[in-house]
């Protein structure tokens, strides 16, 4: 009875469970279905057999889709993707056609969907804000740049994206009824998370940290320790497994990896943190064209996305990172704040200090994006009891939501420009 028990609030948690949950899960699945849809029947942006990485904002779908990547940045995504490729093949008989291109947006589309249905939950179930502005952030943050390209693209970040917003989901139940993580549950965390993507592994134990008591009961803090050994023992020996136990490339492969992406700089160091970082995640900036190759002597045209030029989008973003660190501020002595915040500090660090992809930071918004919706949820939260307040932020997110619409809108059809030029 307990199993089962526990399988339905699986379920519960996985997939939308009440009317409003399925009506944001299917407008999403249409709104974002429809774009992704004509992208991979018209174009072929979506996987070119010719182009490895590298035809739109740096993503490398094809690299991914057909090896999983680099191995010392996406250790297990390998298993990820080829169950998914030949999942696919037995559909389109092993043709990498455009009706192999629409099952790979299709399943993009409905990891995207799923994960806004994830946020929803947490601002419904875990903030409780009211229904209206829970509403307004969801559709605020389905407009992010990250979510629209994320929602037809084949690649790690759309998966890690899923899998981060549903573990903070569920560590922020289990954290609410007073109960500790299971070990299952981080062991499964730390093989999907990390597995796809190997930075994102130490957020899987920021929760652990706030588990009650835990510093104060020897029991419960050995407890911890054993699932966190636990969870790292099987990630390990499954990344060990994939390359074979030569565990000297990973050193090797890391450090020529850190070096080369790490060193690039096409814009002030400031500029490429405000347009890059934050900003392209979710406000399109301007568009550039530059001449790639495949290593093999084949030429093609790759789009990527250049610094802010307008003073507005500047004051936007800014704007926005304002009211992140105002809610924070406002929060700090919130755990739920604290794991949200310290999850995104290990990107800002290997991004922004480290420096590591600084110069297409806009290509890891997976990672992290989904902590504006939350902050800002947060934020009404913390003016719960004052109707100005909260008119004002309402006014405001209002104001935002318009100008990111006409923004995305017209960078959109840039790309679709782009396509019509390049892809078709």
Not at 106 to 134: A, E, G, M, Q
């Amino acid at each position: 009875m307990l199993i089962k028990q526990k399988c339905i609030q699986f379920f519960k948690i996985l997939f939308p469970a009440n009317l409003a949950e399925w009506g944001i899960f299917i407008f999403f699945l249409l709104a974002y279905g429809f774009l992704g849809t004509y992208i991979a029947l018209n174009y072929r942006i979506v996987f070119d057999s010719r182009i490895p990485w590298d035809a739109y904002f740096s993503f490398d779908n094809k690299a991914i889709v057909m090896t999983g990547g680099s191995f010392e940045r996406h250790p297990l995504s390998y298993y990820f993707f080829n169950w998914m490729r030949e999942f696919i093949f037995l559909f389109t008989n092993g043709k990498t056609d455009a009706n192999f291109r629409f099952f790979l947006v299709l399943f993009s589309n409905i990891t995207v969907s799923l994960s806004l249905v994830h946020v929803y939950k947490y601002l419904r179930n875990i903030i409780k804000i009211p229904l209206k502005i829970s509403l307004l952030i969801i559709f605020f943050y389905s407009l992010f740049a990250t979510n629209i390209l994320l929602s037809f693209t084949p690649e790690t970040y759309t998966y890690t994206l899923f899998f981060l917003v549903l573990f903070n989901y569920y560590s922020a139940i289990a954290l609410r009824s007073k109960e500790k993580i299971s070990g299952l549950a981080l062991v499964f965390a730390g093989v999907t998370v990390g597995g796809l993507t190997v930075t994102n592994f130490t957020k899987v134990f920021v929760p652990v940290l706030f588990e009650k008591n835990i510093f104060k009961n020897w029991r419960k803090l050995g407890n911890a320790a054993f699932r966190v050994i636990l969870s790292i023992g099987v990630f390990v020996l499954l990344y060990l497994n994939r390359i074979n136990f030569k565990y000297e490339n990973i050193l090797s492969k890391s450090g020529a990896q850190y070096e080369k992406f790490s060193n690039a700089k096409s814009a002030p160091v400031w500029d490429m943190i405000v347009s890059y970082f934050f900003g392209g995640n979710i406000l399109f900036p301007s568009f550039f064209i530059r001449e790639k190759h495949n290593m093999k002597g084949f030429y093609f045209e790759a789009i990527f996305m250049d610094t802010f030029s307008s003073v507005l989008s500047y004051t936007f973003i800014f704007a926005l990172i304002l009211m992140l660190l105002w809610s924070y501020i406002k929060n700090f002595k919130n755990r739920f704040v604290q794991i949200l915040m310290l999850g995104f500090l290990v990107d800002f660090l290997i991004h922004c200090i480290g420096k590591f992809g600084l110069h297409t930071a806009y290509i890891y918004g997976g990672h992290f994006v989904f902590i504006f919706p939350l902050m800002l949820g947060w934020l009404f939260y913390t003016y719960r009891f004052s109707p100005k307040f909260l008119s004002a932020f309402m006014s405001i997110l209002s104001v935002f939501t318009v100008y990111l619409i006409i923004n995305n809108y017209h960078r959109m059809i840039e790309f679709f420009d782009f396509l019509n030029r390049y892809y078709q």
